[in-house]
């Protein structure tokens, strides 16, 4: 079945420097895209949301990007923290099918200090 | 705003035994619920969803006798474990969708653990 998946399942960085996690997704009906961080042993916490008609969508220190063109989604974070190590997942929404989320498998996002 | 909560976080039982998890929206109505299952290392796996006020909506493969789901009013869903047993040790999580119709907000889990 069509589903959402991540091209790096660990992405190390530098303190300070940007991250970049990729998410691919499979389904063209999709019109919703959340990005949720989980630190271990805790629920997943909301970051950032864009919607299919927004190719581009700003928060503090974190950007989404969405490419319709090759269905791919991407979360930038500026000038990472040791706090933002975490896993990161992306999650797509089909409003055709009772708005259910869909998620990926997960990028475990490292800084190194 | 949009804070979902859950207890206990943390349980330890033996086998035979039933356990109730709590979910609450706490600051917002929530109509539908959804409980997720999380194995170490793994992505959330949709266990059911939970409407306010009628039955839940199972995925394939999971038991609705063994994981009884109430959602009885727009601020509470509980997940039961029925005669829980080692195998059904792991990370519960519950959601709520919140103003944003879309959107879910995670509760901050619940580890079970059964000996």
């Known amino acids: 079945g069509e589903s959402v998946g991540l091209h790096l399942p660990t992405l190390s960085v530098q303190e300070g420097d940007n991250s970049i996690i990729n998410c691919a997704y499979s389904?063209?009906?999709?019109?919703?895209f959340i990005w949720y961080k989980q630190e271990s042993g805790k629920g997943p916490q909301f970051i950032i949301d864009i919607r299919s008609n927004m190719d581009k969508r700003q928060g503090q220190r974190v950007t989404v990007l969405l490419n319709k063109t090759v269905k791919h989604l991407s979360l930038q974070i500026a000038a990472t923290q040791p706090g933002d190590s975490a896993v990161y997942f992306c999650?797509?929404?089909?409003?055709?099918?009772?708005?259910?989320?869909?998620f990926g498998g997960g990028t475990r996002l490292m800084v190194k200090p | 705003g949009a804070v979902v909560s859950q207890h206990p976080s943390w349980v330890i039982c033996k086998s035979g035994t039933s356990v109730k998890i709590e979910c609450r929206s706490l600051d917002f109505q929530a109509t539908t619920m959804f409980w997720y299952r999380q194995f170490p290392k793994q992505s959330l796996m949709l266990m059911a969803t939970s409407n306010e006020g009628s039955k839940a909506t199972y995925e394939q493969g999971v038991e609705k006798d063994k994981f009884l789901i109430n959602h009885a009013s727009l601020t509470l869903s509980t997940l039961t474990v029925t005669s829980a047993h080692p195998e059904d040790s792991s990370f519960y999580i519950c959601?709520?969708?919140?103003?944003?119709?879309?959107?879910?907000?995670f509760g901050p889990g619940t580890r079970l653990l059964v000996l």
């Open positions: 999650a797509e929404n089909i409003e055709n099918a009772g708005n259910m989320l869909t």
């Open positions: 389904n063209s009906a999709s019109d919703y």
């Open positions: 959601s709520a969708r919140g103003p944003v119709r879309e959107t879910q907000y």
